[in-house]
């Protein structure tokens, strides 16, 4: 990997884990697709990989308005949906995942530009566990359906709860590419060096969140994921 490549690399990761930390979502929707473009190797799963330990912190500083009940049959969900995932990755070429990354990411925008709304009930929180669950094995982004459930919530719930719906979630994702040999040496490698980037972007999110506009965040998630989804379509179709 080249210098400018990498220097890329750690940028992006710094800016989504900042967004990451300020809204409750966005890390993997800004990462992943931009990562995706400048080098197939940065992603999806090393983001997968350097996830788990945000989500949990960020769970953890959230934790009095985690929900348990609101999240169970989500979570639930997303063990069938991570073996949905894993049978489509078995048949997948670097084409279809660049074009099922930009899908999830399009998908993910079109959400919160419209501000699409599902009512939480056990049915709609299993239905997204399931499709959050593929998506997350297949690109290493989960939160477009969950966006639907907590479109309508205000931020420290949304934060808690999609924190500890990602910290169980992730690990169930991780340990089914564990299982099926989906995880390589070069995936740690790469999260190894990502780390520190989101590690700092995490930090800065704790001094701006409060003070930052949510609307300015949002039209940035909504156009650097833009932005990354069309690239990787073009780069597919090319």
Known sequence: MSIPALIAALLVTFIAAMIQGVVGMGFAMVSVPILALIDPALAPVPQLLITIP???????????????????WIVGGRVPG???????????????????????????????????????????EFGAGVLSGASSLIASIGGPPLAL?????????????????????LTITLGTRIAAGYISLSDLRVATILFPALF?????????????????VRNGVLGLSLLGAVGLIVRALT
């Not at 949990?56 to 999240?71: D, F, G, K, V």
């Not at 459930?149 to 924190?163: C, E, H, I, K």
């Not at 700092?200 to 300015?216: E, M, Q, V, W």
């Open 54 to 72: 945000l989500t949990l912190t960020m769970a953890w500083r959230e934790r009095r308005h985690i929900a348990p009940s609101n999240i169970a």
């Open 82 to 124: 991570a073996i949905l995932g894993l049978g489509l990755l078995a048949v997948a070429t670097q084409r279809t995942l660049d074009l099922a990354i930009a899908g999830a990411v399009i998908v993910a925008v079109a959400i919160v530009a419209f501000g699409f709304h599902v009512t939480r009930n056990p049915a709609s």
């Open 149 to 169: 459930l907590y479109s309508g919530d205000d931020g420290p719930t949304v934060r808690s709860n999609l924190a500890a719906v990602f910290s169980i979630g």
């Open 200 to 216: 700092a972007g995490y930090l800065t999110s704790l001094r701006i969140k409060n003070r930052i506009s949510h609307k300015f």
